[in-house]
């Protein structure tokens, strides 16, 4: 969803259609001067939905005071004008809490009284959550960066194929999710490459692979504009789409659905922790471990601004089968399978990617 990597790549979006409006620092559900307490987070929009924050807000008689924000660099401008303890709770991209550890914001998690076992094998990311055997992270949320679609419009066997999207049969029916590094990484998928083989050696094979792209695209845009593509029927297909760009539309156009080619997909996820220099840590592991539970996941991966997958495989058991049959939840397993994480390249050659990027734009 978001995601520039020199800001913090947001591998989801954070506004969708239907959550466009920006949130300053809101409090949703108890009464001002009635909660015993209050919390202050620091999180994406799909925080920010009522359906999620209320039942929290009840249980414990508290209220929680919410400040979206886009992009981590964002998010960490955000911090250093803060004084120590104004924030409790943050959530950020998967790929940057390496990056927030590092700068000491994070508290150490209890790893023991988090459902860490119960988060799908390929989403956990110790390796990105944990440091020298420490939790400061878990994994909340994930989705795909793959193919959005009409079944109305388009041959929904098609989709599985990346090699269509590069044919004949749906040039000028094709809108392009504006963010480099997914595009980029499934534009090395189609060519039968890894992410992780994208190189100053291989770039200029990208290159050409997205020219013939553009050649076959109605349109490239941001999230709003190119959901809104597809939405209003300007595009038949979106490549760089998923759940993320659907779900939230789905109830208006049920044509609508996402898939996860046969080449592969890229996989975007989203962390939770507590600050480091909270002052209400005992509550704000409380939100976590609300936010981590089958409820609270099945909740926040069906928020009105975007929808996802829960990282919890267990919020299965509480979600409706609607709810699982628009996230594909019987074919996770095979997804996950083929999904490659976000390729995030040096300095130099995320230079290079970021001109071919614009070149690609130009054209």
Partial sequence: MSKKVSTGAISAPRSILSAAVLVGTIGLGSAPGLAADELNALVWCDHTDPALIQPFEEKYGVKVNLKEYEGTGTALSIVEQSQPGDWDVFVVDGVDVPRVVAAGILAELPAGE?????????VQ??????????????????????????????DP????????????????????YDYYIPLMDLTA??????PSDISTETLPQIKE?????????????????????????????????????????QDDNPNLEWVLPDQGGILWSQAIGVF?????????LKFVQYIMSPEGQARLATSSCFWGMPANSKAGDVMTDDQKTRLLWDEQEAFLAKSHRYYIPDAELDGQMLDVWTEFLQR
């Avoid at 988090?114 to 390929?122: C, E, G, N, W, Y």
């Avoid at 593509?229 to 595009?235: D, F, I, P, S, V």
């Fill in 125 to 154: 990311m110790k390796d990105v959550t944990m440091v020298d055997g420490k939790m400061y992270a878990i994994m909340e949320k994930f989705g795909y960066n793959v193919v959005g679609y009409d079944k109305s419009k388009v």
């Fill in 209 to 249: 692979a997205l020219f013939q792209l553009k050649d076959n695209a109605a349109m490239v845009g941001e999230v709003v504009s190119s959901t809104t593509a597809l939405a209003t029927g300007e595009a038949s297909v979106l490549l760089g789409g998923g759940e993320w760009a659907v779900g939230v539309m």
């Fill in 189 to 194: 998928l189609y060519l039968g490459m890894k």
């Fill in 276 to 284: 480091e220099g909270s002052e209400k840590k005992d509550l704000a």
């Fill in 157 to 176: 066997a098609d989709m599985r194929d990346l090699s269509t999207l590069w044919g004949d049969k749906y040039k000028g029916k094709i809108a392009v």
């Fill in 114 to 122: 988090l459902p860490i076992d119960d988060v799908f094998d390929q």
